[in-house]
């Protein structure tokens, strides 16, 4: 145990982490104020649940923050920046092999936190999800996101 000498004082600090009590985080109604799930207030074509989840704004054209999807060998993969900071936030990748069925399915999607988060803001992380397309001519790749209340 160290000894605390009358001639060196004391020297008490508070270190406060980045820890905060469930349900204090962001959510959308709060920093989207106004706007709804499907919204446009900046008109760029991308709807509010969209930019709040990708870490887009209702002030700017978020164009560019939507996922691209490519294909490589025998798999289909997005790599997205994807809000993690809220409880009641869902971001989820759904393929299907024809448009017109409308058969959306999550099945057999695999979710990867890339090891390279630089540029990523806080409360965000780049995740790709991939899915295996052996053996099949065509496959889409969607992101699908939903809010609990």
């Given at each position: 145990m160290n000894?605390?000498?009358?001639?060196?004082?004391?020297?008490?600090?508070?270190?406060?982490?980045?820890?905060?009590?469930?349900?204090?985080?962001p959510s959308f109604a709060t920093l989207f104020a106004g706007q709804t799930a499907d919204s446009d207030a900046d008109g760029d074509g991308v709807a509010a649940l969209v930019e709040y989840a990708l870490g887009g704004s209702t002030g700017g054209n978020d164009v560019a923050k939507l996922p691209g999807v490519v294909?490589?060998?025998?798999?289909?993969?997005?790599?997205?920046?994807?809000?993690?900071?809220?409880p009641k936030l869902s971001v989820q990748a759904q393929w299907c092999g024809d448009l017109g069925a409308?058969?959306?399915?999550?099945?057999?999607?695999?979710?990867?936190v890339d090891a390279d988060q630089s540029e990523v803001p806080a409360g965000f992380q780049r995740a790709t999800y991939q899915v295996d397309c052996t053996g099949v001519d065509k496959r889409f790749m969607r992101i699908s996101i939903s809010i609990n209340n």
């Open positions: 000894s605390i000498s009358p001639s060196t004082g004391l020297d008490i600090c508070v270190h406060q982490s980045s820890y905060s009590p469930p349900g204090s985080g294909r490589n060998g025998n798999l289909l993969s997005m790599t997205v920046v994807e809000r993690v900071n809220d409308g058969g959306w399915s999550s099945s057999g999607v695999v979710r990867n």
